[in-house]
């Protein structure tokens, strides 16, 4: 009852009054036309369906009358394949044509100011990309001592940032009262406010706009917020940042959301869980939370610190030809530590030389060092584990994200880390080897004094 309740409430904050917008287009010219049209909103950094039509055999279709707040939305056929669009109740037509894949690369705006300037300015900053990966291409082949070329270069990268600004700038002088204009004046003040600290931040953002809650910028405060506090500060700011938006329903669990899926995703382990406890489980639970959020929060706690791991879950090693169970390995030594990487991830590969190292030193009755693989090509795999020297056992199931071990850890993010005592009982999901080396020193010194 409690999220059928959300969902309505949800349904008609997206809802303005008086002035229905009308939301058509048409698909030409396509390999193959989807079925379906799907509208999202735009809910700080969530999407949240609020409509959906029929495409026709003609390729035309029609989201029929809307009553939307101001804001950006997303029109789409697929998890992946959507277009941004500006919805409100100054935007009352929208006519697109679509004539390839993917949409983003593929659309032409027939009729309506506010998305003809979105996608005017879209084009312009495709073209700035590619022109400053070339840019960067020919630094990257530029001898170092070539002094005068790598200055022209730094010029004609200047002169394109400039080209764009003042694109930009053009774009906004002629639709000065647009949601669009808005948006560009509030991402440059948040920009301007970033380097200064918390009170400009708190001077050039309103968390509680909708305006604002409907862009991505208003996740991107968010961000910016926690980017102008020290770590130690971060539950202080996230108490803060909550505090301010309790009134306002839809802003205040946008920001529960976004926060409890960032330290859920990346740690701090003790923040991710004083948010569940406080704003979840919590006296200031003001308002319930979503099916995805409760499902979130359950998943952590499965996989929390003193939580047990599942004995009899296989783990196939398809480099050594077998497959074990987490409980063989656990009950081998005093600690096992669960390194979770995958090929495409960087920041996994400069973990590597440590993670190495730290296997090579390791007592075996004391420490088994695992690396787990969210890999779903084992030639992928194959090659890393030879390009980084990983002597140690790997696991892969190859179902990547998705597969069986990756679920069972609930994995959201790489590198991750599990240290794992001899009776299944996890002890510390540490951030980076070095903490890991840390953590393992305080849990030996804990077994010496028993």
Same mark, same amino acid.
């Given at each position: 009852?409690?999220?059928?309740?959300?969902?309505?409430v949800?349904?008609?904050?997206?809802?303005?009054?008086?002035?229905a917008?009308?939301?058509?287009?048409?698909?030409?010219s396509?390999?193959?036309?989807?079925?379906?049209?799907?509208?999202?909103?735009?809910?700080?950094?969530?999407?949240?369906?609020?409509?959906?039509?029929?495409?026709?055999?003609?390729?035309?279709?029609?989201?029929?009358?809307?009553?939307?707040?101001?804001?950006?939305?997303?029109?789409?056929?697929?998890?992946?394949?959507?277009?941004?669009?500006?919805?409100?109740?100054?935007?009352?037509?929208?006519?697109?044509?679509?004539?390839?894949?993917?949409?983003?690369?593929?659309?032409?705006?027939?009729?309506s100011?506010?998305?003809? !300037?979105?996608?005017?300015?879209?084009?312009?900053?495709?073209?700035?990309?590619?022109?400053?990966?070339?840019?960067?291409?020919?630094?990257?082949?530029?001898?170092? !001592?070539?002094?005068?070329?790598?200055?022209?270069?730094?010029?004609?990268?200047?002169?394109?940032?400039?080209?764009k600004?003042?694109?930009?700038?053009?774009?906004?002088?002629?639709?000065?009262?647009?949601?669009?204009?808005?948006?560009?004046?509030?991402?440059?003040?948040?920009?301007?406010?970033?380097?200064?600290?918390?009170?400009?931040?708190?001077?050039?953002?309103?968390?509680?706009?909708?305006?604002?809650?409907?862009?991505?910028?208003?996740?991107?405060?968010?961000?910016?917020?926690?980017?102008?506090?020290?770590?130690?500060?971060?539950?202080?700011?996230?108490?803060?940042l909550?505090?301010?938006?309790?009134?306002?329903?839809?802003?205040?669990?946008?920001?529960?959301?976004?926060?409890?899926?960032?330290?859920?995703?990346?740690?701090?382990?003790?923040?991710?869980?004083?948010?569940?406890?406080?704003?979840?489980?919590?006296?200031?639970?003001?308002?319930?939370?979503?099916?995805?959020?409760?499902?979130?929060?359950?998943?952590?706690?499965?996989?929390?610190?003193? !939580?047990?791991?599942?004995?009899?879950?296989?783990?196939?090693?398809?480099?050594?030809?077998?497959?074990?169970?987490?409980?063989?390995?656990?009950?081998?030594?005093?600690?096992?530590?669960?390194?979770?990487?995958?090929?495409?991830?960087?920041?996994?590969?400069?973990?590597? *030389?440590?993670?190495?190292?730290?296997?090579?030193?390791?007592?075996?009755?004391?420490?088994?060092?695992?690396?787990?693989?969210l890999?779903?090509?084992?030639?992928?795999?194959?090659?890393?584990?030879?390009?980084?020297?990983?002597?140690l056992?790997?696991?892969?199931?190859?179902?990547?994200?998705?597969? *069986?071990?990756?679920?069972?850890?609930?994995?959201?993010?790489t590198?991750?880390?599990?240290?794992?005592?001899?009776?299944?009982?996890?002890?510390?999901?540490?951030?980076?080897?070095?903490?890991?080396?840390?953590?393992?020193?305080?849990?030996?010194?804990?077994?010496?004094?028993?």
């Open positions: 009852m409690e999220q059928r309740t959300l969902f309505l949800l349904s008609l904050t997206l809802m303005t009054v008086g002035h917008q009308r939301v058509r287009g048409v698909f030409k396509m390999p193959h036309t989807p079925d379906t049209v799907h509208l999202l909103a735009t809910i700080g950094g969530d999407l949240q369906p609020v409509a959906q039509a029929r495409i026709h055999a003609n390729g035309n279709f029609d989201l029929g009358k809307l009553d939307l707040e101001a804001g950006f939305y997303k029109l789409g056929i697929n998890d992946t394949d959507h277009v941004d669009l500006i919805l409100g109740p100054n935007e009352r037509f929208v006519d697109l044509e679509f004539f390839g894949y993917p949409l983003q690369e593929h659309i032409t705006v027939k009729r100011a506010e998305n003809q !300037a979105l996608w005017s300015y879209k084009t312009i900053s495709r073209s700035h990309q590619q022109a400053m990966a070339g840019v960067r291409a020919e630094r990257a082949a530029t001898d170092p !001592a070539d002094t005068a070329l790598l200055t022209a270069l730094d010029r004609r990268a200047g002169q394109l940032d400039e080209g600004a003042r694109e930009r700038q053009r774009i906004a002088s002629e639709h000065p009262d647009s949601y669009f204009t808005y948006a560009l004046t509030r991402d440059a003040a948040l920009m301007e406010a970033l380097p200064k600290g918390w009170y400009a931040l708190k001077s050039a953002v309103d968390l509680s706009d909708h305006r604002l809650l409907r862009s991505n910028l208003h996740a991107k405060a968010v961000m910016a917020f926690l980017r102008s506090s020290p770590p130690e500060q971060y539950a202080a700011t996230c108490d803060s909550l505090s301010w938006t309790a009134s306002d329903s839809m802003a205040w669990c946008a920001i529960r959301t976004q926060l409890i899926t960032l330290f859920h995703s990346y740690g701090p382990d003790l923040l991710a869980e004083h948010l569940v406890d406080t704003y979840i489980a919590g006296p200031q639970a003001h308002y319930p939370a979503d099916e995805h959020l409760e499902r979130m929060v359950q998943e952590r706690l499965r996989v929390s610190i003193g !939580a047990q791991v599942p004995v009899d879950l296989e783990l196939p090693r398809p480099l050594h030809g077998d497959t074990m169970t987490v409980g063989a390995l656990y009950a081998a030594q005093d600690h096992l530590l669960l390194f979770f990487f995958s090929s495409t991830c960087g920041h996994c590969h400069d973990e590597m *030389p440590a993670v190495r190292a730290l296997a090579a030193e390791a007592d075996p009755l004391e420490l088994a060092v695992v690396g787990v693989s890999d779903e090509d084992l030639v992928a795999l194959r090659g890393t584990v030879q390009e980084e020297r990983l002597d056992p790997i696991v892969c199931d190859l179902g990547g994200w998705g597969g *069986p071990v990756a679920k069972a850890f609930a994995i959201t993010a590198p991750a880390f599990f240290v794992i005592d001899r009776t299944g009982v996890i002890r510390a999901k540490p951030f980076d080897t070095q903490e890991a080396r840390m953590e393992l020193q305080r849990l030996r010194e804990g077994l010496k004094t028993r």
